[in-house]
């Protein structure tokens, strides 16, 4: 692979064997780097180590991207109907990709939706790679992992530029794209027609009415709510009479049935694309003049972005339980993620609350870029100074409910996050899991008697910068 090479040719002219080598990979880069990482781990014997001190990841699909599946299914519309040099251009050297069919969460193939068969390979692929049992990411502990987001930690779906400032928000199943397109009069039509539909059942439709214009109307929708139904694509394609009525040649609509995300697809927090903006102008381009007589057009809603990268698939979120179709909309500023375990880096970049925003796909901003500068320079993790104890019994009796208490002294803000990390002998849940006191019911099981659990707080502080940083557990 051309990465591994690059790297194994940049050791071999380190004149100082003590220095280490940082990696960057923005988008799509980001994998690449993670697999070229993993795989000289898997392969040491082979490929050498790869002496990296700093790998990150920036707005990476570790856990996929997306394109809303109504704009997919304009562009093979616009290519496969209309014959749209432009669309086709769009859907044969973008959409249809290989790379492309690996990475989208949902393709577009005829009336069928969901991944290509192609993402459940690259995903087996993927998870093969690397040291055992690590499902593709590198585990050296001398690599630190970082990621950068483009995406909204708090659930937010406004979309904003990259100074801050909110442009548009997206609403599930609302309106992405809408245009219609009229002939410009009979005489043309017919010439039109007599090139572009020569013969068949069109002419015998015609035959049977005077034409005063031909018509086609298209309407784009954001995907659905969760778990609802809802239309994303409507092309109507007609011929106006003479006297008003309307004579259909076709009429094509798909809908689709959005999976349990917790939020529509489009909207989910991520970094954000124009792939809207790419494919009106492409129609724009095309339609204007296609076969010579759709020349008047109406454009009206138009939107620019959608959700690109989820959050979540940048932070490769609950990367070993499959979990990114859960709740995309989730509140994850509330906790430290690499404190929880939910994400396999090491640190990752959060504005405060009160700056949090989507933002354009790989495009950084000042904090950002100084994050990054920092990471690079390797500065020294802030002091945290606190002192915990855990208030509650060190026995309990079986089927009782019984209370634990988080008791801090410091000068933070503090979050507990409980778990029960071993249980033997009895059953064992917990009620109020991220509060500062929990509850956890206990219940009869094999050998109840001698039976136990382990209960462990994960202590999250908020630092007056508003970051999230991991104090460790007890």
């Not at 390979?121 to 093969?128: A, D, L, S």
């Not at 709740?327 to 404190?339: A, H, Q």
């Not at 509060?435 to 007056?464: D, M, Q, R, W």
Request: with cysteine; net charge neutral; charged share 15%.
């Amino acid at each position: 692979m051309i990465l591994v090479k690059l790297i194994q040719q940049t050791k071999s002219k380190m004149s100082d064997q003590n220095e280490k080598i940082t990696i960057i990979g923005p988008s799509m880069g980001g994998l690449i780097a993670r697999y070229a990482l993993a795989y000289m781990e898997k392969n040491v014997a082979i490929t050498g180590s790869h002496n990296c001190k700093l790998y990150i990841s920036q707005d990476a699909p570790h856990l996929g991207a997306n394109i809303p599946i109504g704009i997919q299914a304009l562009i093979r519309n616009l290519s496969d109907g209309y014959g749209i040099a432009t669309a086709e251009d769009f859907l044969h050297n973008k959409l249809d990709q290989p790379a492309t069919k690996e990475l989208l969460l949902s393709h577009i193939r005829g009336n069928n939706f969901g991944a290509d068969a192609l993402r459940y390979t690259f995903i087996q692929n993927q998870n093969n790679n690397g040291p055992q049992g690590n499902l593709g990411w590198p585990k050296d502990p001398g690599l630190q992992k970082i990621a950068i987001v483009n995406g909204s930690l708090t659930g937010k779906t406004s979309i904003a530029d990259v100074t801050g400032n909110g442009i548009e928000r997206v609403t599930a199943g609302g309106k992405i794209f809408e245009m219609d397109v009229t002939s410009s009069g009979l005489g043309t039509v017919i010439l039109g027609l007599g090139i572009g539909f020569a013969g068949g059942p069109l002419l015998g439709i015609l035959s049977a009415a005077v034409v005063k214009s031909i018509r086609s109307s298209w309407e784009i929708n954001y995907t659905p709510g969760n778990g609802t139904t809802g239309q994303i694509f409507k092309n109507r394609f007609y011929f106006r009479t003479l006297f008003g009525g309307d004579i259909d040649y076709s009429n094509v609509t798909h809908s689709i049935a959005s999976f349990n995300q917790g939020i529509s697809l489009d909207a989910a927090p991520g970094g954000l694309y124009n792939a809207p903006e790419q494919v009106f102008d492409a129609a724009d381009k095309g339609l204007t003049g296609i076969y010579n007589f759709m020349t008047n057009m109406n454009i009206g809603t138009h939107k620019k972005y959608a959700s690109f990268i989820p959050t979540k698939s940048a932070l490769g979120f609950h990367w070993n339980t499959d979990k990114l179709a859960t709740n995309l909309g989730e509140d994850l500023s509330n906790r430290n993620l690499v404190c929880t375990g939910e994400i396999p880096f090491n640190d990752y970049f959060q504005l405060s609350t009160s700056l949090d925003e989507n933002t354009e796909h790989i495009k950084l901003n000042q904090l950002s870029a100084l994050f990054i500068s920092q990471k690079m320079g390797l500065s020294p993790p802030p002091i945290i100074n606190y002192t915990v104890n855990i208030e509650g019994p060190k026995g309990v009796q079986t089927g009782s409910n019984t209370k634990f208490t988080a008791l801090y002294q410091g000068n933070f803000q503090f979050f507990t996050k409980w778990s029960i990390e071993e249980k033997s002998g009895i059953s064992a849940s917990i009620t109020y899991p991220d509060s500062p006191t929990c509850e956890i019911l206990t219940g009869n099981g094999t050998g109840s008697e001698n039976g136990y659990f382990v209960l462990k707080a994960t202590t999250t502080v908020k630092l007056s910068t508003g970051e999230m940083v991991c104090a460790g557990s007890i």
